[in-house]
Each structure stands twice: as structure tokens, then as C-alpha cells.
């Protein structure tokens, strides 16, 4: 059969060169359907999965048999230049390429067509780079987006990040060659690229969206260190449009785009925190944010503009945004607390985490799933070390942390000099040696010794009902702390007369009494 297609393709060699001719005109690589439908078409004739099934030498017709993932048939009737199949798609469809493709290849380098056909789309790239305008870059990125990633409805998460990557080394090959235009290239390109992708990160399940959020955490460090080599070299005056349109791209991402909102209001925070500086821009962005009606699900515009009334100190304005903060949204007014930190604005802070805290109890107890409590509860005790708490505040504040406040809490009493209420907490809500630490016990031996005589004798009755030597072993560890605070504050006498009556109370305990005389005990 070889050799009948190669005289076949000799015989018909001016019609086959024809209608390649004609293909490459009718199609083109820079439109991802016509480019996806070559490839397909010459995957199908490569491996050999097209045949000619009859051939009729008078007539001039060709059938062929197409081993697709439906066989489809194909007739080619070369006299009165048709060409048709059963699978009724448009004109060119891949069954019909794919038989052209296996004529074609008796004739002529296959690999040399295909290869002339794609660098049309590489001749379009390249004026995209020389013609030196946002509009040219985005649709460079645009091209190479729809190529790669836009048609993949089904795309395992776990391939995104080495596509995207490859997009990206794609896009590389058209970097402008001077210095002063390759970090905005960089950082204009990642944030146009990442925001074509963002759709196929929404799909993931719940199994794979740590994934995600890690592969968004890359990413996001990458545009933060473009950010930073753009913002410190001198800006053109040529670059104000691109400017402009980076402008529009990050407004659109943070307010149309859909799924994980924090990443998305981090990387669009990283802009106008380090690049976009200017003062018109900023009121320029206050004033689409007001004028914004249709805005994605997950958004919360309030908090979106109060960061620009930080930005701008236009306090009165974030006073009366703060007046609307709902619990459910308080991770984004956190968010908010952070960027008035970073940029030294003590007065914002002040407003922020005072509003934050009428809310606290609610958000924590209601809202915030018990992992993340602990970590809120201290991120938000260090904010509060940062301004100057009332006690009213003070109070409110570790009530709503509850037991996870208990070591702020407990560097708050010491801080008072309230040792006694210190000592009441930690007999309520009893830990260990290792937790008193953390939480200043030291200072209170320091200061206050005496208030710990019952907390240690609590703590060493809790491991002597534990019944076992280990145990037994801490309780003595934990009365060598108390026979410390005896002797701080001068109760030898007292010290003495509770070592015989704890050996008294349990002289059958043998393996005890041998710790306590192991510990030497006695002032």
C-alpha cells in the first residue's frame, strides 16, 4: 500500500501542492482553533492512522479511512475538486488534512510545511514586540495563552504550574533587548499571563486547591519581585502607557475575577503599596472603586477603598468606612491594619484596630475555624502592642480571645503589675511548667513570688494523682519552683513545714518519697 500512495502522490503531485498551497492560506497559526486542527491533523498522519481504503485510477477518487477517536471517511474527488467527509465539519477538518498530510508527504517535507505554517504566528509575535505598545504585549500574551492553556476545559491541576511556566518562556523570547524595558516586560507580561490563567485554578477540588494556593503564592512572589526592580529604576516617559494599562489589568483582577480573594487583593496590594505611587493615580483608582457596580461575589469594595483613604490620609473618609466593617469580612480590615503597619501611618492603625475590636468576639467565635483562632488571636495582640489600649479595650480584647489569648493576656497583667489575677487565671485555666514560661512566670517571681505558692501546689498535686514515677518525677520538679518562690519571699519557715506535711499526706507512696529525697527538698 506504501508504494501505491507514493505513485498516487507523484500522479497528483500539482493538485496535492495546490491545496497545501490553498490550506496555508485559508488557514492560519495565529488562530488557536486553526492551529489546534493542524496538529491534530498531523499527529493523525504521522502515526499512521490514515489509509486509503479504494482508489479509482478513471475516475480520479480516493477514499480514505481515518483511525480517529471516531473512524471517519473521507473521499477526495480530485476532478471536480472536492473534498468530503462524514464527520460534516467545516471545510478543513482534521480527517481531511490528515489525508492531505499523507499525500503530501510523498511529495515534500511534511515537518518543512508545518514548520512554515507556525512561523506565520512567530512573524505576527515578532511584530508585537517591535511595534511597542500594551496593546501589542497583551495580545502577545493573549496569543500564547490561547494556544497553550485556553481550549483545556478538563486540565489536571497539577500541570498548571509547568504550562504556565512554559507560556512564560514562550513569552521570553520576545523581551525587549534594552535593560530599561525588561523588568515592566516581565512584570507587564506575568500579571496579563496570570490573570488569563486565573479561570482554570477555580476548578480545582478541595483536595487540590492547597496546590493551587501554593502555585498563587509562587507566582505572587514573582510579580512582587518584578514590582521592586521596576519601582527603583528611573521611569520613561514612554512607559506611562504601559503604566496606565497595568493600572486597568490590576483593577480588573481584583474586582472581576472570581476565587481566592485574599491572594488576589495581596498581589494587587503589592502595586499600589511599591509602583503606583503617584497621587492622581491613587484618587483616579479611589473614584472607579466608588463609581463600580458589577464587581465579583467575594469582594469587598469598602475595605478595597479604605486602603486608599489610608494611602491618601483622608482620615475622616476610613472613619466612616470603618463605621460598615462586618465581622465576616474582618480578615480583610486585618489585611488592612497590616498595610497601615507597613507604611508607618500610626494614626490608620489606631482607627483600625479599634473598630476591628468591637467585632473580634464575634468573627472569632463565629467565623474563624478553630486552627486558625491561635494564630489570629496573636497576630492581633501584637497590632495591639503597637498603639496604646485602654483598659476598657484591653479587656474586650482578651475576652474575645478566650483561651487562645492567655499568653497575651497574661503579659498584659504582668505589664499592670495585676500578679494576683495573673496567678487566678492560670489556676483557672491550668497548663504546665513549660506554658508558665512562656507566659512570664519569671517576671512574676521576680516581682511577686508569693502569688505562686498555690499555683505550683496545684500543679504538683495534678501530676501526683497521675500515680506513676515519671510523674512523680515532675511533681518534684514543680515543687523545686515553689521551694524557689518560698525563698524569695522569706517563707523558709512555711516551706519547711509543707515538705513534711506532703511527705506525711502520702508516706505510701514509696516511689514519691524516694523523688522527694532525690530532690532535697528541704531550705
Avoid at 490514515?50 to 473521507?74: C, G, M, R
Avoid at 491613587?282 to 464587581?295: D, I
Avoid at 479595650?393 to 492567655?406: D, H, I, R
Avoid at 508558665?436 to 501530676?463: F, I, N, Q
Wanted: charged share 25%; hydrophobic share 40%.
Amino acid at each position: 500500500m506504501n508504494t501505491n500512495i507514493s505513485e498516487i502522490a507523484n500522479k497528483y503531485e500539482d493538485y496535492i501542492r495546490d491545496s497545501m498551497a490553498a490550506i496555508e492560506l485559508e488557514l492560519s497559526s495565529s488562530v488557536p482553533e486553526d492551529e489546534e486542527l493542524v496538529r491534530r491533523a498531523a499527529f493523525l498522519a504521522r502515526h499512521n492512522y490514515v489509509k486509503i481504503s479504494s482508489y479509482s485510477e478513471v475516475l480520479n477518487i480516493l477514499h480514505f479511512v481515518v483511525q480517529d477517536a471516531t473512524p471517519a471517511t473521507a473521499i477526495l474527488y480530485i476532478n471536480d475538486d472536492l473534498f468530503t467527509c462524514d464527520c460534516r465539519n467545516k471545510k478543513w477538518c482534521r480527517h481531511k488534512l490528515a489525508a492531505m498530510f499523507v499525500l503530501y508527504q510523498y511529495v515534500d517535507s511534511l515537518s518543512g510545511w508545518l514548520e512554515n505554517f507556525r512561523s506565520q504566528k512567530l512573524n505576527q509575535l515578532s511584530l508585537f514586540k517591535d511595534e511597542r505598545t500594551p496593546e501589542n504585549w497583551l495580545k502577545l500574551v493573549e496569543n500564547i495563552y490561547k494556544v497553550n492553556l485556553y481550549d483545556q476545559e478538563s486540565l489536571s491541576p497539577y500541570l498548571i504550574e509547568s504550562i504556565f511556566s512554559d507560556m512564560q518562556s514562550q513569552i521570553a523570547r520576545y523581551m525587549p533587548l534594552e535593560r530599561e524595558w525588561r523588568s515592566l516586560y516581565q512584570l507587564f507580561t506575568h500579571m496579563a499571563l496570570l490573570s488569563h490563567t486565573w479561570k482554570h485554578l477555580l476548578s480545582a477540588n478541595e483536595s487540590t486547591r492547597s496546590y493551587m494556593a501554593n502555585f498563587i503564592e509562587q507566582e505572587s512572589q514573582s510579580l512582587k519581585d518584578y514590582i521592586r526592580l521596576t519601582a527603583t529604576k528611573s521611569r520613561l516617559f514612554a512607559t506611562d502607557p504601559f503604566y496606565d494599562t497595568l493600572q486597568q489589568m490590576t483593577h480588573y483582577f481584583l474586582v472581576k475575577q472570581e476565587g481566592y480573594f485574599e491572594e488576589r487583593l495581596y498581589i494587587y496590594t503589592l502595586f499600589w503599596e511599591s509602583m503606583f505611587n503617584e497621587k492622581t493615580r491613587r484618587e483616579r483608582e479611589l473614584e472607579m472603586l466608588r463609581l463600580e457596580k458589577e464587581f465579583a461575589s467575594d469582594v469587598s469594595l469598602e475595605g478595597i477603598r479604605a486602603m486608599f483613604f489610608v494611602m491618601l490620609k483622608k482620615y475622616d473618609d476610613l472613619q466612616l468606612s470603618l463605621a460598615q466593617i462586618k465581622a465576616p469580612e474582618l480578615l480583610v480590615w486585618l489585611d488592612l491594619a497590616h498595610f497601615a503597619e507597613r507604611n508607618e501611618d500610626s494614626e490608620a492603625l489606631k482607627m483600625i484596630v479599634r473598630a476591628m475590636l468591637l467585632h473580634l468576639d464575634e468573627f472569632i467565635n463565629n467565623w474563624l475555624a478553630t486552627r486558625y483562632r491561635s494564630n489570629l488571636v496573636n497576630t492581633f495582640n501584637r497590632l495591639c502592642t503597637k498603639i496604646e489600649l485602654t483598659d476598657e479595650e484591653a479587656e474586650m480584647l482578651f475576652a474575645a480571645s478566650g483561651m487562645y489569648g492567655m499568653q497575651p493576656f497574661s503579659r498584659y497583667l504582668i505589664e499592670k503589675k495585676r500578679f494576683l489575677e495573673w496567678a487566678a487565671l492560670h489556676h483557672r485555666f491550668p497548663s504546665s511548667l513549660a506554658y508558665l514560661e512562656l507566659c512570664g512566670v519569671k517576671d512574676v517571681l521576680e516581682y511577686k513570688p508569693e502569688v505562686l505558692l498555690p499555683l505550683y501546689h496545684s500543679l504538683a498535686l495534678e501530676e501526683v494523682s497521675q500515680k506513676s514515677r515519671q510523674h512523680y518525677k515532675q511533681a518534684v520538679r514543680v515543687w523545686k519552683k515553689m521551694k524557689a518562690a518560698s525563698k524569695k519571699s522569706a517563707k523558709n519557715e512555711f516551706w519547711n513545714q509543707y515538705v513534711d506535711m506532703i511527705r506525711q499526706q502520702y508516706k505510701r507512696l514509696r516511689a514519691l518519697q524516694e523523688e522527694i529525697e532525690k530532690g532535697n527538698l528541704k531550705l
